[in-house]
């Protein structure tokens, strides 16, 4: 069982930033869409960014405009970076790909905005 490992959760004051990271196996990150997903306390875990192969990007409405997700290939990583963070973005952060691979689910990054 493969699974991705996420990293850089935190606690962060709305308006700051984080930055989180996925480590994945080449072959996941060469052949797949890649996303971002999270899940609030007593909520459904929701796509919020995805990247394709050849490095279109989509995102769900409420982030457009503060998060960026970005790939690095030589590192096998998928990042996140997130700014102007709001109370509403508090939630555990997962990586998986778009399909949602029930055996690529890892542990998740819990992020917290909070004043």
């Known amino acids: 069982q493969v699974q991705l490992v996420e990293s850089g959760g935190g606690l962060v004051q709305p308006g700051g930033s984080l930055r989180l990271s996925c480590q994945a196996p080449?072959?996941?990150?060469?052949?797949?869409?890649l996303g971002w997903y999270r899940q609030a306390p007593g909520k459904q875990r929701e796509l919020v960014a995805y990247s394709t192969r050849g490095g279109s990007t989509n995102y769900v409405d409420s982030v457009k405009g503060r998060f960026t997700i970005s790939r690095d290939g030589a590192k096998n990583t998928v990042y996140l970076q997130m700014n102007n963070l709001k109370p509403k973005d508090t939630a555990v952060y997962y990586c998986n790909t778009y399909n949602q691979d029930p055996t690529y689910w890892g542990q998740g990054t819990q992020d917290t905005v909070s004043s």
């Open positions: 080449e072959s996941i990150l060469r052949f797949n869409v």
